[in-house]
């Protein structure tokens, strides 16, 4: 055997089609998934010079961005519908599936992808949104691209790429009970920045990354981006084996133990050395709020936002401060909320909706507050309706909707008001994000569940009624 | 995409790190299905107040802005989303050049391949020229071949490339009309990775 490596070097390698010096390598593409906010410009350009989809084989499409999340035969929105109908006569002339807004594999792209088991491990996965990341959890290498980039992916298979730094992200220890993956993605994220990650590929490591099931590994996954990193891995295991067999896209019977082997052989060499590594200690993660406009602005729950003058940067405290309507050294209990949003390809899968179910069922929605949920996917949707899981949020007061992005980044008619605060789910806090001059604070589901409740945030692990 | 050498221009600072790409076109604006316009939603929610009227004392509604097509910025420029869109309206709104600490890595890429200029500057530099450019008016010369940039007073700063960008830029190349050279390469691969 050669020298160890890392999963990284190993699918980056496998995927080389030309390598000259002083230049990026050419990357083959195995999955390219497309939505309809950011290919109509990419099929225009290959319409105009001429040129087809090389693989259609190899694209999937779905409509996350805008589409309603309730009442979806009307499509209010005049540019939103013109979007979608884009995107459905782009695929209907191109040859490319497509799973439309009553297909019954919509949902939003990073949550369809691991769900069909088109997102294997081994895989270089593209698409035009910054969070693929989250399709690292199964060891692909996975990332956002831009919609130059999509029309060259779509023209050619390939992407021009430098070579990325590895940065291995260890977490030791075991995360304390009530305290989940979002939570810990968060707390590395407020530990190191928003930009420890440019420039490198991360690996998550360690035993409390093992023992996370496979949505959970996306939950992690998915926020890479947040800390600067274009793709976040996590080398593939029996869990991960367990999660794919039997999904559509994924070989079967014997072909399916063939590849599987492939699959856990890809796993970091024991002694691979990366270029940088950084430590956190998982049992010393609290559960998590952010009280600014960027993901790295973040406390425990029992924390409070900083005080200006000793922050390092107190000129971006001050302003991130003022944004949000808080005081400096606020205690986040004491932050009152009117909006709670449970959705976004961070939180949306059905373990996510049952956890936050758990902590408020019997138990009503604080009646200032809109509370909403929104299923990743169709499929999440049924199965959870399956389970009795609506009727514990619609009888605790939640509004229960139908799959897509919605109040993540309101493209659609799901927004929070100006100077609204919103107990989100999902990745980003940046000004103007859920709505102009909306308020976000990212949470975990079950810390969600329990802010809608309470009207404030509440530390979880010490909520009434809930045994951890 | 049009090739481009030399730059001269008007500078506009913009003293903040970590401008996000929902900063610099907010996503009311990606509902287009084309690719130019977005200029006028530049940094929408910073320069407009709810009713569209302009804000005040946002700087770049400054007159003596007007016309600006260098960008000076803080760290981290272009985090978050991956749209294009970001790219796209700096372009339409004229801006060639961006000098900052350092760009997030998905938007460098996309810039570049909208033939935007993108510079990284060492802190120290940025702020004496943003310094000169708040207190009165700044212009600077790009020279990309020789990787100079020249201020008014004569002083000239040299910047860090790789050439592979640097060629492309110069020469405007269609990256798309470049790999589609390599066709035989890329059938080779798929052959082999099926086999
Ligand atoms: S849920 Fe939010 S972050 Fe995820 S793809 Fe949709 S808009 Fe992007």
């Not at chain 2, 709810?50 to 007159?63: A, Q, R, T, W, Y």
Request: with cysteine; proline share 4%; charged share 25%.
């Amino acid at each position: 055997m050669g020298k160890p490596k890392t999963i990284i070097e190993k699918v980056w390698e496998q995927h080389v089609v030309h390598r000259e010096e002083g230049k990026p390598d050419l990357l083959y593409i195995d999955q390219h998934l497309v939505h309809e906010v950011t290919s109509p410009q990419a099929f225009e350009g290959l319409r105009l010079a001429n040129r087809k989809v090389r693989r259609p084989d190899l694209t999937y499409a779905t409509m996350d961005h805008n589409v309603p999340t309730k009442n979806r035969d009307v499509v209010k929105d005049e540019i939103s519908r013109k979007q979608m109908e884009t995107l459905r006569k782009n695929c209907e002339d191109f040859g490319i599936k497509l799973a439309d807004m009553f297909h019954p594999d919509q949902g939003i792209v990073h949550v369809i992808g691991p769900q069909l088991g088109l997102t294997q491990p081994g895989k270089t996965i593209v698409c035009g949104d910054s969070h693929t990341s989250t399709h690292g959890a199964f060891g692909a290498l996975a990332f956002g691209i831009g919609t130059s980039e999509v029309e060259h992916v779509l023209a050619t298979q390939t992407i021009w790429q430098d070579r990325p730094k590895t940065l291995n992200v260890k977490v030791e220890g075991d995360l304390g009970p009530g305290v989940t993956a979002k939570d810990l993605i968060l707390a590395i994220i407020a530990k190191f920045g928003v930009r420890f990650g440019t420039g490198y590929v991360m690996e998550y490591t360690g035993e409390a990354i093992r023992k996370l099931s496979m949505e959970e590994r996306m939950t992690i996954c998915n926020m890479s981006i947040e800390g600067g990193a274009r793709a976040g891995l996590i080398s593939p295991d029996e869990t991960t084996v367990e999660f794919l067999r039997g999904r559509e896209y994924v070989p079967k019977d014997e072909e399916f133990d063939r590849i599987s082997e492939e699959w856990l052989a890809l796993a970091t060499d024991e002694g691979a050395v990366y270029d940088h590594t950084v430590t956190i200690n998982a049992a010393e993660v609290e559960p998590q709020v952010t009280w600014g406009t960027n993901p790295g602005m973040g406390v425990p729950v029992s924390g409070a936002t900083p005080r200006v003058a000793e922050s390092d940067n107190p000129y971006e405290v001050e302003r991130a401060l003022e944004y949000m309507g808080l005081e400096e050294n606020q205690p986040i209990t004491s932050i009152e909320i009117d909006h709670v949003f449970i959705g976004s390809c961070t939180n949306s899968r059905l373990s996510d909706l049952k956890k936050a179910a758990a902590i408020v069922e019997g138990k009503q929605v604080k009646d200032t507050i809109k509370a909403i949920v929104v299923p990743g996917s169709f499929s999440v949707k049924l199965q959870a309706e399956k389970e009795g899981i609506d009727k514990i949020f619609k009888e605790a007061g939640f509004e229960w909707r139908d799959s897509g992005c919605s109040m993540c980044l309101g493209m659609n008619d799901d927004i929070v008001p100006v100077g609204g605060r919103c107990a989100s789910t999902s990745n980003r806090n940046f000004e103007g994000r859920q709505g102009n001059g909306a308020r976000t604070h990212l949470v975990s589901p079950e810390m969600a569940a329990a802010a809608a409740i309470e009207g404030r945030f509440v530390d979880v692990r010490h909520f009434a009624g809930v045994a951890l | 995409m049009e090739a481009i050498e030399q730059h001269e221009g008007l500078v506009y600072p913009l003293n903040r790190a970590n401008i996000d790409t929902d900063q610099i076109i907010p996503k009311q604006f990606l509902k287009r299905i084309e690719r130019t316009g977005f200029g006028q939603f530049l940094f929408y929610n910073w320069r407009f107040n709810e009713d569209g009227s302009l804000k005040e004392d946002f700087s770049m509604n400054d007159p003596k802005y007007e016309g600006a097509s260098i960008l000076l910025a803080g760290e981290n420029f272009g985090c978050g989303s991956s749209r294009e869109h970001a790219p796209w309206a700096l372009e339409d709104y004229g801006f060639k050049v961006i000098i900052a600490p350092s760009f997030a890595d998905i938007f460098y890429n996309n810039a570049l391949k909208n033939g935007i200029i993108l510079i990284k500057l060492d802190e120290a530099q940025i702020k004496e020229w943003q310094n000169q450019s708040e207190d009165g008016e700044l212009k600077l010369s790009v020279d990309l071949p020789n990787q100079t940039i020249t201020d008014e007073a004569g002083k000239v700063v040299g910047f860090e490339i790789p050439a592979y960008h640097k060629e492309k830029l110069i020469n405007g190349w269609d990256d798309i009309a470049l790999t589609l050279l390599m066709e035989e390469k890329i059938s080779e691969f798929e052959n082999g990775a099926q086999a």
